[in-house]
């Protein structure tokens, strides 16, 4: 069986493993408080170019995302995010957990654009009866999103541009953040996000890491004792060390990106050949997932040597599923799956 | 001034001021534990031919909806409701507060559908990532909704139907009951209710009391220790008999239904006279609040003499509102509204 | 049956029914935006020497201490408080329910001391775990306290300072406030609080109205959007004029002060005529709350004329109970009380 | 520096680290639904003779704790538990952010009694105004505790008993469990938990794992649904078989009862030796967590060399502290931490 149900179906980048080997009986303060979570968040900073940022890390991105979220509102406020956002589909409801709601926006791609975040918080507060309604006060985005799909600068910039004037706070999830900066139509870069969002994060549970999710805080009011949040949500790992070792090698010569781009160029080989088999897509998705709309007849034959994700029925013999190659993907695996994905197609072409 | 705003613009129906003024030097127990709730709480139960039913009575709409919610959920269950309902718009995300997620279904008419249940829930335990999304476990439902319009019988035993079948518990926020039962329109009755609901409420507020809503359970499960969430959700009224004394006296003589008939009546002048000028509406409701569509300079003319509530744009030059009868509503009244709304039409008329 | 076990046992002054009938029919804004509730709040601003204070109206006492706790602080934060705190001990949690700890500081006599905040807020900062420990942010006191206590002051000004200097808010619960300020050992005055706390409530539920408490802010920064917090905490009545007319009732000519002191004096004539038969009491109480200690026989046979609250065992053959007097009680029943105290006692003597 | 400050200054048994690199790049299915996961549950099943108990994987203690409770208790019900117990000090009041109060009883050694539990929990049914108080529905203990000191197995039976009597759900938090169970004074077997409590944890995190807790439910009715809570509270690890590893590591070859024999061998040893050098104790500690009472000035010493932790000022030239011995530490350092003790106090003697 060969997995392509997920980006975190294998373990850690193999530099990440000898790290923690060689490191292993090294005497550390818990909770963050050591040495490799200092040099990684200086990493970080550098990286994003934001000296002042204040860089967290935590253990997975649910946890992230409630940690990120209920730090920055107050009781009586929401975060708006997509109708498709993590958040507010695949979280069990841990926002709510934490007392606050998710707005949820229509969204075809994923995405939410300014002019939505804009008319949705004016509307709120031109309403007479806003003091009965939960009040916007952070843009919860996902890039890639849950989708695939990504921003591009501009957009960023606008929705961006938008929080400002409004006192939003607008946060990007990053859980796949590589997938998204390492593909081709990618214009983003870590100094955009650090100037343009408020908070985000830079995953590695799904990007070469065992688990783990950087938090970089650029807004001065979201970093006040932030630290107790983490603790107070369960995120506050007593060896933390193994967080900042992870990140610290994966920010060491260029490997976070070079591991995303190679999850990238196999996702792009599969799409081209996918559309050179007249295979069409759910959604147009330029990063680490894809969404072709097969036959059913093909998915059932291909359920046998592959794994993959089940996204939605598209007409009475057709759904769409999702692929996800990672940073470990094997390409002669990814061959294989278009092969096959010929063959059965061949197979069952004019049912 | 003439207010047709919403239906909470008076105090409330005499005979209950007379029972306070005669009652108000007795020494009771506190928190409901007085004769007067239990004597109102057997009136209601005698109305619902539900003997066995717990009644308890709280302050207002948005608390007694929070109690009931949090008492029937666990943590990672949520409530099922149309997107216009209360609990999801207009309760400044009180339910979230209280860690719940209210899952919204689309609505054109501010009703559920047994169908859209179903096929909600059904989703919901067939989906391989289950666990990762907020458990159905409850439906809200309003009669009449947010919008004026009312369950048929035999919608709301299909809805009932389809919630016992799959184990979710049926709420039905009766905030303007009586102007449901009392409508030309309804098949309903308080037993039906009592028969297909797991737990519901009578309002008061709208209906003739200064303040207090009665919550009926029916189902054994939600009977369990309700004080004490009516306690912590800050319902448990110190002078509880205040509660019981309105309740007593509405529930005495009818008068529940004949103060809401009377409203119900006006509502049905105000629409047939508004269909004669041809008037349009955004929808079509049966109850004590109606949603007409006038030209913006009408109802620019309108709002010197009459308080209404916006509802929505519907073109250019036209907007729909929201006109409300009540217990206390003076026909003379209409009858100004209609004749003023008519002199507007025609003096704007091509415009 | 005479009752003397709460302050709450009957309906209300007799001038608050008198205004509710006189303003039953009128028409007003929902909510607590009516001409009622402003010029009640103008009244109390004065009162009060706050001219710029916001003041909002509230049911009851546990939902105005959630509301104002839970919109001053943080999801970490927590409020300290006596052990012995209505918050604490009285309110199913409620604080608790909303995410916030109560940090239960130890006290004989309810009150607690400026020397006890600064000490558990200055150990919580020095503590090299600070971040894994709730961060205390308000100071709750109730005056007079749960024990019928009152604060000196230079007591409260000893705790305003404390918190002033280490950025606590002080929040002061008057759910009895009348009855601290009417009393013989009182040298506190409404400009006192607002000059010294900076939120209190002025409880009229326990103070002659039917329900009710007056929540003054006089912090600017706790002032923000306090009306949403209201909303969410189910709080906000709909008739919101109920509770502007009765505040203003009860600011009129005196009468809040002149009831209160009514209560105060009988209060007082019970505990010196008790004294005057030796008994002992559980604490001493300079308010409308006596809580002698006496024989269990002499409770037995009081119980079949009397209601009271049972306090607490003092001894094999001795409990502490408590009395209340209130602006409703008749000095003849208290005559009556104490005769058969007295008698009771003679009968028992030696037992 | 030598760490004595904590039992999670390392990394984790080398076992495991081999192992990990052995499966790295294995595929498996996420979220604890592997077969690492599933083999090291059935190892513990076995282990705690409970083949019907259901046994989970989480990441951290906190995480742990707060899904446990609350997982167990409906809004209004809390969590018994010593005032020293580490959900009511040391987890910034993660309970209480969802919902539930922490019902904190006295205890000098950290330890529950049966008879408290038992009086605490009548006392709440008695109360004529037990709605008004939280309902106590769990009780928090920890084994070995904050303190270092274990429960005897006729202790804990006596508690199981009163919880069964009063319906409330026994919990036990084994963090350090491995150190509480290989002690000398220890009668306590695994099974003897399972059969004793309603629910307990295996601790990971400090007993030679990476990170992780292994959660055995006992009672049938904490075992529904518990995967949503843990999702819901963010401690479902995406890479869950990291998890299931690392436990599988420890639970063979008797691998977590050796090294946990070795920990509690060296701080026996540690005990024993400052004994003979009249160092007296805060408490008198079986387990890994010892409390020596030592003057300020050798403290200041020992401060340069060794790492341990501050707990509590005894007089005002002595304070207590603590050392921790763990599965990774070194005999050699426990013999130079004594050594040092010795020598500071001598060159200190008489001051």
Redesign the interface.
């Known amino acids: 069986?060969?997995?392509f149900?997920?980006d975190?179906?294998?373990?850690?980048h193999?530099a990440i493993?000898e790290r923690?080997?060689e490191?292993?009986?090294?005497?550390?303060?818990?909770y963050g408080e050591d040495d490799y979570c200092a040099r990684a968040a200086a990493k970080i900073r550098e990286a994003c170019g934001a000296p002042d940022a204040a860089v967290h890390f935590l253990?997975?991105?649910?946890?992230t995302n409630?940690?990120v979220i209920?730090?920055a509102l107050?009781?009586?406020q929401?975060v708006i995010t997509a109708e498709s956002g993590h958040i507010h589909?695949?979280?069990?409801?841990?926002v709510?957990?934490?007392?606050?709601?998710?707005l949820?926006l229509k969204s075809e791609d994923g995405k939410l654009t300014a002019e939505q975040v804009a008319a949705y918080t004016d509307a709120h507060f031109a309403d007479?009866?806003f003091?009965?309604?939960?009040?916007p006060k952070m843009v919860y985005i996902s890039n890639p999103t849950e989708l695939g799909t990504i921003y591009r600068k501009e957009e960023l910039a606008a929705l961006s541009r938008v929080c400002r004037e409004r006192g939003l706070y607008l946060f990007l999830d990053g859980a796949r953040l590589g997938y998204g900066l390492a593909c081709r139509e990618n214009d983003l870069t870590l100094p955009d996000l650090a100037r343009l969002t408020d908070v985000f994060y830079i995953g590695g549970?799904?990007v070469g890491a065992?688990?783990g999710e950087a938090v970089v805080i650029v807004n001065e009011k979201l970093k006040e004792?932030f630290?107790?949040?983490i603790?107070?949500?369960?995120?506050?790992?007593?060896?933390g060390r193994?967080l900042g070792i992870q990140f610290l090698t994966l920010f060491e010569e260029n490997r976070y990106f070079e591991i995303s781009a190679h999850a990238a160029r196999l996702a792009e080989k599969l799409k081209d050949e996918l559309i050179n088999l007249n295979v069409s897509f759910l959604i147009e998705s330029p990063t680490n997932q894809q969404f072709p709309i097969l036959q059913d007849a093909v998915l059932e034959g291909l359920r046998e040597k592959f794994?993959f994700t089940?996204q939605a029925r598209v007409d009475e013999t057709h759904s769409a599923v999702r692929f996800c190659t990672s940073w470990?993907t094997e390409e002669e695996h990814v061959d294989r799956l278009i092969a096959e994905i010929g063959r059965l197609m061949a197979r069952h072409l004019g049912e």
Do not use: W
């Open positions: 069986m060969l997995r149900n997920s975190y179906t294998e373990g850690c193999p493993l923690l080997a490191t292993n009986m090294e005497q550390t303060p818990g253990v997975g991105g649910t946890q409630v940690t209920s730090a107050r009781h009586y929401g589909i695949h979280e069990t409801g841990a709510e957990a934490c007392g606050h709601k998710c949820a007479e009866s003091e009965h309604m939960v009040q549970t799904k065992l688990f004792d630290r107790y949040h603790k107070q949500r369960g995120g506050m790992l007593a060896k193994l794994a089940y470990a």
